[in-house]
């Protein structure tokens, strides 16, 4: 079992930046995938970055390539996701979750509670 708290959501203007945290508890491997999703109301939860264990692979969504950057602290256990020059459009519920293979793609088995970001314009 990993359990997985997130933090740092909140109301920026649009322009502006956030990190979110989440950490980590529980048996983890370096197999391991950790990944930030986010759903938006009335649309469906969409992929937005993803990261190896390791640190060593990063991968994202289109819409956040050059505005976000997702960071493994393993002495922490902590993922980040640094969000700059944020849109009105980022706006949702952020989910820190992770996947227990060696491959980012597919379904994620342990998911967080989820915190707000909110972008006005």
């Known amino acids: 079992q990993v359990q997985l708290v997130e933090s740092g959501g909140g109301l920026v203007q649009a322009g502006g930046s956030l990190r979110l945290s989440c950490a980590a508890s529980g048996r983890t491997f370096s197999t391991y995938h950790m990944g930030w999703f986010r759903q938006a109301p009335g649309k469906e939860r969409e992929f937005v970055a993803a990261?190896?264990?390791?640190?060593?692979?990063?991968y994202y969504a289109e819409s956040v390539k050059g505005r976000f950057t997702i960071s493994m602290d393993n002495a922490k256990n902590t993922v980040y996701l640094q969000m700059n020059s944020l849109k009105p459009e980022d706006t949702a519920v952020y989910s820190c979750?992770?996947?227990?293979?060696?491959?980012?793609?597919?379904?994620?088995?342990?998911w967080g509670q989820g915190t707000q970001v909110t972008v006005s314009s």
């Open positions: 979750a992770c996947r227990r293979y060696s491959t980012y793609v597919g379904e994620y088995d342990y």
């Open positions: 990261i190896s264990w390791s640190g060593d692979s990063s």
